[in-house]
């Protein structure tokens, strides 16, 4: 018995948790792919999720080709929405999925329709991710007001139209916090510098140089805080040097006076309800187990965007959603005639963080199957980015350069995939 | 013909909460001040929220007295008032043969302070209940009547009931003068701003109650500010402990703990630190290490990345050993150096007070129109089938805020207008819980700030984190009119 035999008060094709870029982009393309009754549900009063709070441009250059600012590449997209059918359920929160491998089934709440049981034939996850917080980092001292997450201060900021503070020390040099530096310059504050504990910055290279270079904010590399201080209000912090265990060197204290500090010390995809599905999670990405269809652990239930694993360009999260979407089409159409013929499990090693997919199920309907991963270490000079079975090399590319801070992504034809023997690739970094 | 009240409580922690509401009950006309912008400001919201079992105290002290009482006042009252807690019991565990006598003479004591159904076991029936102990563990002592709360809801919540029976309760009011005129007591508050006169003052100010003494008695007791930090961690990561983990004191100290939350959290903690400064609740990396490292000899693989947050509060250790609640001048009764079991002990302390208070002349007549107990709507304990029905009778209840713990806008709306007007955040997290997730308010934070705004009439800059001066913003962006 399981939740086919619930009570539902309605029933999708495909139902997206999410209306940020990812679930805009998958619901769209399951309508192309002749999809029918599709559900978008949003928690906010919007669709465009993260988007309409990136007021700078810089979004499109790959995909339109144009550089956007966030809400209009969102607004591409929610235009495309007109004509569709598929229906919006804005201000509306998914409380939890159930899925077997007969149904997905799940509760949403909201002020408008109340609080529903709704029944998928497939479910795509687009959540998105939160931020990493002040206590998941244990930074020591008081704890006064004035502490922000850099997403939260841009709610404030971009949304709200409030400002947080006036002078500023950004934890973190992820494009978030590279961003909000810039964006405070803006509004009137004075930003102190940009600590960054590794010895290189998390953020895409033309935020460095737009954000901070531009506006002679210093960026201080493998510096961290170490104390927070202000009774009721952030009054300053203490900025220290750290060594290659990333632990604080005694007597590199540094004072800065400040109000304000903003984190941008991670993103964290927001997996609770895949979590609570029982779906198949990876430690390394936090997000969902995927085949080259963004399908996960859980029959007919697909994963795109941040949720899956934190993207730092809204172009590819486009893409991959898209073919989220598809796939979902296809799995309702029941379109994937070609048998799965084998599976082939992706590791990395030390040079690589990760991949996404992290399986690839082969069947004949494959044919180029692009594969997104992380590398750990900078790699300035031109390196080779090596596809290995254990035994000898499938596939072989030269990259220019690569950060950990900006997702690589190759492409590997089925037919060398087929050469392969055995049931597990290697994916790893090898110096020219 | 100026206004007299007949008590004046000074003092809006657990102590004075629970005698404001024991003597709401009365027809006694009470005013009751607190410095800070809300209830719960001090130790009452930073301790390790344990309703202690009461084998601890010595029997012959007030907190031996009062411990295994008012362990059972607290669960009805919380039972009465809708206040969050958990019968988790507690385990005190012993490492070697040493520490194993002494859970026999902690047995001793509470046989002697009336504890009831303790339970000495070896470590394999204790690691039975608590799978992640150490194996270290040779034996435990297990105490079923004990068990988590949480301490400002607790707080909270006999204030406004005692605020809805008539208490006068005025906030951001510090007593700074106290003199005795005209057979009366005259407050001076806020450097003078305000006075106040009163039959009766009792003393229940924490960590400041020497100081509040020593204006109307002689000194007979100091207090000494002892800092205890603590980690919480997710609920959702790592090990976790059913019951209440206690260390036995050593040469190190009182042993650090590991407990559940009510909410279903992991408390990691407190160490011992005297500092100087009163209200000094900075963590330091060297105590989160030491208080790290001792938790892991309780439960070895303690998760403590799983950190959601760290926080310390301000114990009002004192010289003098036990609790110091007396009549310490004419018509002025001391409810002071509360430390632990304070908590606990805080409803037949407020017992005992009022009866100080009858002996030195209050008249005390029972109120027949009494207004008690308090029923809390928390959307996530709506049955299922009746969720959609409750939300079509009231829709802000299908909202949901808080994403992390599923806290809707209804919940926070009634909060809000409660007896007691929350101004901040945190005061609104005490009452509704928004915020005290993994995403540490990063979502919903905008969101409560502009129910708090429009709600109370406040202006968004002038809703506050949490104390008065936590301001969380400064103004309009560039090019608003305000």
Known sequence: ?432 | MRDVYDVTIIGGGVSGAALAYTLSQYEVKVLWLEKENDLAMGASRANTAIVHGGYDPEPDTLMGKFNTQGAYMCMDLCADLDVEFRKTGSFIIAFNDAEIEHLKLLYKRGLENKVQDMELMDGDRVREREPHLSKEVVAGLWIPHSGVINPWEFTIAMGEVAVRNGVDLKLKKQVTGLTRGDDLWVVDVNDGKETYYSNYVVNAAGVHSDEIHNRVAEPSFKIIPTRGEYYLLDRAIGPSVNAVIFQCPSARGKGVLVSPTVHGNILVGPNSEVIDEKEDTSVTREALESVGEQAQRSVPDLNLRASIRNYAGIRSNSDYGDFFIQVSAPHFVDIAAIKSPGLTCAPPIALYAKDLLEQEGLALQKKTDWKGGRKVVRFKEIPEEERAAFIRENPLYGRVICRCETITEGEIVAAIHREITPVSLDAVKRRAGTGMGRCQGGFCSPRVLEIIARETGLDPTEVMNDAEGSYILTGPTKGEEA
């Open chain 1, 1 to 432: 018995m399981g939740c086919e035999t619930y009570d539902f008060d309605q029933m999708y094709d495909l139902i997206v948790l999410g209306g940020g870029p990812a679930g805009l982009a998958a619901a769209l393309a399951a309508h192309d792919q002749g999809l029918d009754k599709i559900l978008i549900v949003e928690r906010d009063k919007e669709l465009g999720g993260i988007l309409n709070q990136c007021i700078h441009n810089g979004f499109g250059l790959h995909y339109f080709k144009e550089e956007l600012t966030g809400p209009e590449y969102a607004e591409r997209f929610i235009d495309d929405l007109k004509g569709t059918g598929i229906d919006v359920l804005l201000d509306t929160m998914v409380l939890d999925l159930e899925v077997t491998d007969r149904c997905r089934f799940l509760h949403v709440m909201g002020v408008e329709r109340g609080y529903q049981a709704l029944r998928a034939k497939s479910v795509v996850l687009a959540m998105g991710c939160r931020e990493r917080t002040r206590g998941a980092i244990q930074i020591p001292g008081s704890r006064p007001a004035g502490v922000f997450t850099a997403g939260t201060a841009q709610r404030y900021v971009n949304i709200e139209g409030w400002m947080v503070g006036k002078r500023v020390i950004i934890l973190g040099s992820g494009d978030i916090g590279l961003i909000m530096a810039r964006r405070m310059v803006l509004e009137g504050a004075e930003v102190l510098a940009c600590v960054e504990i590794m010895p290189y910055s998390g953020g895409l290279n033309r935020n460095i140089v737009q954000c901070l270079n531009d506006y002679d904010i210093p960026l201080l590399l493998s510096h961290t805080i170490t104390n927070i201080e202000g009774h009721e209000r952030v009054e300053g912090v203490t900025v220290q040097q750290v060594d290659e265990h990333l632990t604080p060197i005694p007597g590199t204290e540094t004072h800065y006076d400040c109000d304000t500090v903003l984190l941008s010390v991670g993103l964290i995809p927001e997996n609770e309800i895949t979590r609570e599905a029982d779906i198949a999670i990876d430690p390394r990405t936090s997000g969902p187990i995927v085949n080259q269809h963004m399908e996960t652990s859980a029959p007919g239930v697909f994963a795109c965007g941040n949720v899956l694993h934190v993207h730092d360009l809204v172009d590819f999260v486009t893409e991959e959603s898209q073919a989220a979407g598809i796939a979902a089409a296809n799995y309702v159409q029941g379109k994937r005639s070609a048998e799965v013929y084998r599976t082939l499990e992706l590791k990395t090693d030390k040079t690589v963080g990760y991949t996404v997919p992290q399986k690839i199920e082969l069947s004949d309907d494959d044919n180029l199957i692009r594969v997104f991963f992380r590398v750990r270490q900078i790699s300035d000079k031109p390196a080779y980015v090596v596809v290995s079975d254990g035994t000898k090399e499938i596939a072989r590319f030269k990259k220019p350069f690569m950060f950990p801070g900006e997702m690589q992504h190759i492409r590997l034809p089925k037919v060398l995939l087929d050469k392969a023997d055995g049931n597990t690739l290697t994916v790893f970094v090898e110096e020219v």
